[in-house]
C-alpha cells in the first residue's frame, strides 16, 4: 500500500485530506501549521485540517518551521512513498523534496505558469480573470515551478468572490487528485515542464493592495472588493477612519465629481465615483470599531449623516 505524508491547512486542503483517506490510501502522518490565536479573545484554535485529521484518527505533526526542524527527521525517517500537498503555508526543504520514491506533489489553485505563489485565487480576481483551475504539479525548489502533472479549469463567473472560488477548486483539486493520483503511483502519469516565457506571479496580499484608490476604474475596484472578500477585505477612509468595504456592484450612474464622492444615496446602497467617470455602489460595509452591515443599516444608523458630496479617500 502507498504510503502518503499529507500536508495542508486551511478549509482548502480538508476534502483533499479526506477523499485520501475515504480512497483508503495509508496516511502515515498529517503535517499542518501549528494551532494560532483566532478572534478578539485569542482563543488557541487548531487549523480545519488538523481538526479533520484527529476525526480520522491519523497523526498529526505541527512545526512551527519545517527546515532545520526534528520534525522535518520525523517525516523523512517515516519513509513515506509520497508527499502530497495542498496549501500548505511553507516552502518544503530539499532532504524531504529529494526522500519520497514517488516523489512530492501539490494541488495549486491556479492554471501554471500563471500565478505561482501563496495567493493565486486573490490575484486571479483581483486582476479580473475569467478563468481559473487546479494544477497537480511535482515540487521542485523553486516556487511552484515543478512540472505539470494534471490540470482542471473552471471559469470565474461575474460575481465569484475570493472566498467562494476557495471552495470551488478545492473541490476541484478533491476530484483531480483523485484522478490522477492513479497514474503517479504506477508511473503513467505525464510530466510537463512549465513554459518560463509565461510564468506569472501571485505574492501573499499586501496591507497596500487592501486599500481602496478611488481614482482606479470602477471594473477594477469592483474586483477588488471581491477578489479581498471574504478576506482580508478591502478598506477605504472616511473622515480619516477606516471603512472595511465587504461587498460592492458596479454602480448605474456617471458622474464628473472627484473619484471617491458620494454621487448617490439610496434606501439600500450609496454610489461613489471612480476614476473612469462611473460609479460604485456599496451594499455592506465596516465602519471602524462596528460590527460589518448592510448599506441599508449603515445609512439609517452610523450613516445617517452621509451626504451627496461627501468624500472617501
Known amino acids: 500500500m502507498t504510503k502518503v505524508v499529507f500536508m495542508g491547512t486551511p478549509h482548502f486542503s480538508v476534502p483533499i485530506l479526506t477523499m485520501l483517506h475515504e480512497e483508503g490510501y495509508e496516511i502515515i502522518a498529517v503535517v499542518t501549521q501549528p494551532d494560532r490565536p483566532v478572534g478578539r479573545k485569542k482563543v488557541l484554535t487548531p487549523p480545519p485540517v488538523k481538526e479533520e485529521a484527529l476525526r480520522l484518527g491519523l497523526p498529526v505533526i505541527q512545526p512551527e518551521k519545517l527546515r532545520n526542524s526534528e520534525e522535518l527527521q ?106 490522477t493520483l492513479p497514474t503517479i503511483i504506477a508511473g503513467t502519469n505525464d510530466r510537463i515542464p512549465q513554459n518560463e516565457d509565461e510564468v506569472t506571479f501571485a505574492h501573499n496580499i499586501s496591507r497596500e493592495q487592501e486599500r481602496i484608490h478611488w481614482t482606479n476604474d470602477a471594473r477594477t ?21 477606516n471603512v472595511k468595504i465587504w461587498w460592492s456592484s458596479i454602480g448605474s450612474t456617471s458622474t464628473d465629481l472627484e473619484p471617491g464622492t458620494v454621487v448617490k444615496i439610496e434606501k439600500d446602497q450609496f454610489e461613489v465615483a471612480t476614476g473612469d467617470g462611473k460609479t460604485l455602489a456599496i451594499l455592506d460595509l465596516q465602519p471602524a470599531g462596528k460590527k460589518r452591515m448592510t448599506a441599508q443599516d449603515y445609512l439609517r444608523g452610523t450613516g445617517s449623516k452621509l451626504q451627496i458630496g461627501d468624500r472617501f479617500e
Open 74 to 179: 520525523e517525516i523523512i525517517n517515516l519513509q513515506p512513498d509520497i508527499v502530497i500537498t495542498a496549501a500548505f503555508g511553507q516552502i518544503l526543504p530539499k532532504e524531504l523534496l529529494d526522500a519520497p520514491e514517488l516523489g512530492c506533489i501539490n494541488v495549486h489553485a491556479s492554471l501554471l505558469p500563471k500565478y505561482r505563489g501563496g495567493a493565486p485565487i486573490h490575484q486571479a480576481v483581483l486582476d479580473g480573470q475569467t478563468k481559473t483551475g487546479i494544477t497537480i504539479m511535482y515540487m521542485a525548489q523553486k516556487l511552484d515551478a515543478g512540472d505539470i502533472i494534471s490540470q482542471s479549469e473552471i471559469p470565474i463567473e461575474e460575481t465569484d468572490h475570493t472566498g467562494g472560488l476557495f471552495d470551488k477548486l478545492s473541490i476541484v483539486g478533491r476530484d483531480l487528485l483523485k484522478e
Open 221 to 241: 475596484i469592483y474586483n477588488q472588493v471581491r477578489g479581498l472578500h471574504p478576506w482580508p477585505v478591502a478598506y477605504t477612509t472616511l473622515n480619516g477612519e
